[in-house]
């Protein structure tokens, strides 16, 4: 880029750099975001399709999962970016709604170019996009229902509502009841706030089996063995000790050097470090505990003392599974063994090693009132176990946002029609430019039950014609039933999602438009790589080297 002074020309960018303008910018931004919008649209809806990602390695994913699918596509083009990080900031907030959010997003644009089109200014749209949205996070609140966190029937719905049309929908029922009732196990009222950590979930997926095998542990599950063969396999009513050091002779902190003059020094300093031995597995026992489970290692002879004492050990244990045992049996991590004390143990029914698959694993269940629960996943293949597992991780999002809100809407596009109603009358109180910029907004949250009856094969206009009319009439519950192709009452066929899926949704992909919308100038550099020519002399590629936009 260069700039005319006194007929002297003088540089200001590099040569190597290419820079976007004014319409042509916001046109090339716009463009990117659409394409990443449509690429997930027709994955909407319990009919809408798989994409499958094979990355340069060849591994396949096969998912209809927005977020999953956004992330394993190489996305270059830095708008298509933005669009990207909706997708994850809607996962991390609420587990489910990412496709929603990035094809209301890619709808925001689409409008937002037609009135581009028409010489509205950048900055008036954007100003009636936030007007917009605040006026629909009302509108949603109003129509929103208020659920009990003990109402298990409808978490159930809205646990049914996230899985349907991922892979595991034909074991949705099932895998609904595990996962409310592991999400339930773990919450924690404080007051008349309830606290939920799905952390304290742990999801742990073994190919093999079937998709019904999949279980809910009232306890952890450890992708661990037992150290020794001669450890029983099973402990019943089990005393379990959590211990943070090795069971292990302590190297010394400072160099030192022992010399041994005679072989009977050597047989007492052997005899010695096997005494110490003794009295770590001695006090395992003293205190009762017949179940240990250390986050070190454990010495090859405390092994076989412990084996001969009967108690079941396992070691290297992961931090956090250290963590949700002590939350599930109950029992106190100990740092110095010395500490142990009968108070510290915790409890479960049963500890024992399972093989499933290949693999060895330790079951510790039936523990009196576990805050920390664990789901083994099974399935037929990878490719289904990994698909079983985001359509729990979605669940686990949902049904914690409904009981903390306490609040739910109807899915299969009710509220997005409802919204685009309410929001059209609002745009005409507004009036000037902005109403404009409102009714393409309003026009924009259609496209969620437009692609729910593309996906499904219906006629979108014939579909939004009869919703349309459903509304007027305050059927504000009333969404596209696929199956059937009718307008149907969303609550009573049991299609509900958390309010914040909605709300969430909206206020990322407003935002996200509103910031692509008032880009008017793209400056793109790449600095001149080693080796490609030196001081002076061309880039090897010509003038080329910036990001291509298209």
Do not use: W
Not at 37 to 52: C, F, I, Y
Not at 59 to 69: A, L, P, R
Not at 118 to 134: E, K, M, N, S
Not at 284 to 295: C, P
């Amino acid at each position: 880029m260069a700039a005319q002074m006194g007929g002297q020309p003088i540089l200001i960018l590099s040569e190597r750099t290419q820079r976007t303008m004014g319409r042509d910018a916001q046109r090339s931004n716009i463009m990117a975001a659409r394409v990443i919008a449509e690429s997930v649209k027709t994955t909407l809806g319990p009919r809408g399709m798989d994409k499958m990602l094979v990355d340069s390695m060849g591994d396949i994913v096969v998912t209809n999962d927005g977020v999953t699918i956004l992330k394993e596509m190489d996305v270059e083009h830095p708008a298509a970016k933005m669009m990207v990080e909706i997708a994850k900031t809607q996962e991390d907030e609420v587990g489910d709604g990412t496709t929603t959010a990035v094809v209301i997003g890619g709808e925001l644009l689409k409008k937002a170019e037609d009135l581009l089109d028409q010489d509205i200014h950048p900055t008036v749209v954007a100003q009636g996009y936030r007007l917009a949205a605040d006026k629909a996070h009302e509108i949603l609140e109003k129509i929103a229902k208020k659920v009990s966190p003990d109402d298990k029937a409808l978490l159930r719905k809205v646990a049914i509502t996230a899985m349907t049309g991922k892979g595991a929908e034909k074991s949705k029922d099932y895998l609904a009841d595990l996962v409310v009732k592991a999400v339930l196990a773990v919450a924690e009222k404080e007051g008349d706030k309830i606290t939920i950590d799905t952390d304290h979930i742990k999801v742990e997926k073994k190919a093999g089996g079937g998709i019904e095998d999949t279980e809910l542990i009232h306890g952890v599950l450890i992708d661990k063995e037992r150290v020794h063969s001669a450890m029983p396999k099973r402990a019943e009513k089990a005393k379990i000790a959590l211990v943070n050091s090795a069971i292990e002779v302590k190297e010394t902190e400072i160099d030192a050097e022992i010399r041994i003059t005679d072989p009977t020094q050597l047989k007492a300093f052997i005899s010695e470090e096997e005494k110490m031995l003794k009295d770590m597995v001695g006090k395992i026992q003293e205190v009762g505990a017949n179940v240990l489970f250390t986050q070190k290692g454990i010495d090859d002879l405390a092994q076989h003392y412990l084996a001969k004492a009967g108690v079941f050990a396992a070691r290297r244990i992961k931090k956090s599974d250290m963590e949700k045992l002590a939350r599930a049996t109950g029992a106190n991590i100990v740092t110095n063994l010395e500490d142990l004390t009968k108070k510290d143990l915790g409890y479960a029914g049963i500890v024992e090693e399972v093989k499933i698959g290949d693999d060895e694993m330790i079951y510790v269940k039936e523990c009196k009132d576990p805050k920390s629960v664990s789901i083994l996943i099974r399935g037929g293949t990878e490719h289904i176990v990994d698909e079983i597992e985001r359509a729990i991780e979605d669940c686990l999002g949902v049904v914690p946002a409904a009981m903390r809100d306490g609040k739910v809407v109807a899915g299969g596009g009710a509220p997005e029609i409802e919204v685009a109603k309410q929001l059209r009358t609002y745009a005409k109180s507004v009036g000037g430019r902005e109403q404009l910029a409102i009714e393409a907004f309003a026009d924009a949250m259609e496209v969620i039950p437009r692609a729910l009856a593309e996906n499904a094969g219906l006629d979108p206009i014939d579909t939004l014609v009869d919703l349309r009319a459903k509304h007027e009439k305050n059927g504000t519950t009333y969404g596209i039933d696929v199956y059937e192709g009718k307008p149907k009452d969303m609550f009573e066929e049991g299609v509900i999602e958390p309010l914040r899926v909605k709300t969430q949704a909206i206020d990322s992909a407003s935002e996200v438009a509103v910031m692509i919308l008032r880009i008017d100038d793209v400056i793109a550099a790449t600095k001149l790589s080693k080796g490609e020519g030196g001081p002076g002399m061309p880039p090897g590629g010509g003038m080329g080297g910036g990001e291509e936009f298209d």
